[in-house]
T-cell receptor
Framework: AQSVTQLGSHVSVSEGALVLLRCNYS??????LFWYVQYPNQGLQLLLK??????LVKGINGFEAEFKKSETSFHLTKPSAHMSDAAEYFC????????????FGRGTQLTVWP | ETGVTQTPRHLVMGMTNKKSLKCEQH?????MYWYKQSAKKPLELMFV???????ENNSVPSRFSPECPNSSHLFLHLHTLQPEDSALYLC?????????????????FGEGSRLTVL
């Protein structure tokens, strides 16, 4: 079975501070992993994805994530938070053998203080 | 034209009403999905259509009835809903067959239809 756990339903940072959103996965096979962002009243937008090509993945808006097999983690980071980063972030793992079926974590709400 | 378009964006209905949510994708994908997003719950996969055939139905009550007339359109027909069905319903699409290395079938989402059942 495949699943993801996002540690911390809420994270607050000051503008300019480091953003760290945690995601741990369980998977019986090498996983494909994704981070999505959801702004208020909008759908989910892909931030980045891990496809086994490289362990450090760079995404849009200055975000990146590092795949660590030994820790079964795929944490999302950004060196310097911006007010526009305030949103909900979802980690997801590909579920099953068919490409599109994703299993999502519960989400982490990021608040950025001025 | 945005990739995945959902209408209506907001819907309020009574428990005895019949309404439908519509989704259209302009990405040339061959798989479409309905997800339910409720407060304080993980995203729930409701239905999956691949090549216009329903391939997954995750124990969704029969008051939700999906329809996929072609690979670009997906509907969710609603009938005699309950207040607990109030949620954001998200449509997504993907390419459900690998076209080559690196194809990971990521989902592309619409903006959602916010449903309130009174």
């Amino acid at each position: 079975a495949q699943s993801v756990t996002q540690l911390g339903s809420h994270v607050s940072v000051s503008e300019g501070a480091l953003v760290l959103l945690r995601c741990n996965y369980s998977s019986s096979v090498p996983p494909y992993l994704f981070w999505y962002v959801q702004y208020p009243n909008q759908g989910l937008q892909l931030l980045l994805k891990y496809t086994s090509a490289a362990t450090l993945v760079k995404g849009i808006n200055g975000f990146e994530a590092e795949f660590k097999k030994s820790e079964t983690s795929f944490h999302l980071t950004k060196p310097s938070a911006h007010m526009s980063d305030a949103a909900e972030y979802f980690c997801a793992v590909r579920r099953g053998s068919t490409l599109g079926r994703l299993y999502f974590g519960r989400g982490t709400q990021l608040t950025v203080w001025p | 034209e945005t990739g995945v378009t959902q209408t209506p964006r907001h819907l309020v209905m009574g428990m005895t009403n019949k309404k439908s949510l519509k989704c259209e994708q302009h990405l040339g994908h061959n798989a479409m999905y309905w997800y339910k997003q409720s407060a304080k719950k993980p995203l729930e996969l409701m239905f999956v259509y691949s090549l216009e055939e329903r391939v997954e139905n995750n124990s969704v009550p029969s008051r939700f009835s999906p329809e996929c007339p072609n690979s670009s359109h997906l509907f969710l027909h609603l009938h005699t809903l309950q207040p607990e069905d109030s949620a954001l319903y998200l449509c997504a699409s993907s390419q459900d067959r690998a076209r080559g290395l690196g194809e990971v079938g990521e989902l592309f989402f619409g903006e959602g239809s916010r449903l309130t059942v009174l």
